[in-house]
């Protein structure tokens, strides 16, 4: 399966349109890994997510912190939230991750043990099937893809632990715009996409084995 990854948009239509004119017709499915918006409405979320379902493309999302429960909200009711639940699509295991752990204030934030359970609920509706890709907002804490420009790091010990106990195939995270990357965790890759508001993105091939490509506009 051929992935399309777009995370921390934050609002900008124009980068969206022209990343989904390069990638959208090459790939199976298109997820975004949350911040959709910029502190943005659901409608507006929904408008950047239908103009990607427009291209006749597979769309799978969650929200990210910059985004909101509400938004959350909105992609269940829309059918495509990857948050907290698991789904089989043509042989690959995909599950979704939201918000992130406490950081900063008046932001759409989780617990680590909610960020726990929210992926212990997700894994458990997978039944095992492999490859097994995660779609999270926030990386993994204490790797390159979680260190803020103050050389902080911000992400989840939830989905780091997840990582070491499950070993998925790919991790589609995002949130921490200057840590665009890739790296290995054991046999898992891991891809921080960049922002897409910049034009960044990231293009995976899923099967036996992944190869990440990360991609510019």
Not at 92 to 112: H, S
Not at 145 to 151: E, G
Request: proline residues 4%; hydrophobic residues 40%; glycine residues 12%.
């Amino acid at each position: 399966m051929r992935l399309l990854g777009i995370t921390d948009l934050h609002g900008n239509s124009t980068s969206l349109q022209r990343i989904l004119a390069a990638g959208a017709d090459a790939v199976d499915m298109i997820l975004f890994g949350g911040d959709i918006t910029h502190f943005g409405s659901p409608r507006q979320a929904e408008s950047f997510l239908r103009r990607a379902q427009d291209t006749g493309t597979e769309v799978l999302a969650v929200a990210g912190n910059c985004d909101s429960a509400e938004i959350d909200r909105r992609l269940i009711e829309m059918g495509i939230s990857l948050a907290g639940c698991g789904v089989v699509c043509e042989g690959v295991a995909l599950q979704g991750l939201a918000a992130m752990p406490p950081w900063r204030r008046r932001m759409y934030q989780c617990t680590e043990e909610e960020l726990a359970e929210a992926l212990r609920a997700g894994y458990v509706q997978l039944g095992g099937a492999r490859p097994h890709v995660v779609l999270s907002h926030a990386p993994p804490r204490n790797g390159k893809l979680d260190r803020t420009a103050l050389l902080r790091h911000v992400g989840s010990t939830a989905l780091r632990d997840f990582i070491a106990a499950t070993q998925p195939s790919l991790v589609i995270c995002g949130h921490i715009h200057e840590a665009r990357g890739i790296e290995r965790r054991g046999p898992t890759t891991v891809v921080n996409c960049g922002a897409a508001r910049a034009g960044y993105y990231a293009v995976a091939e899923v099967g036996e084995e992944v190869n990440v490509e990360l991609r510019r506009v």
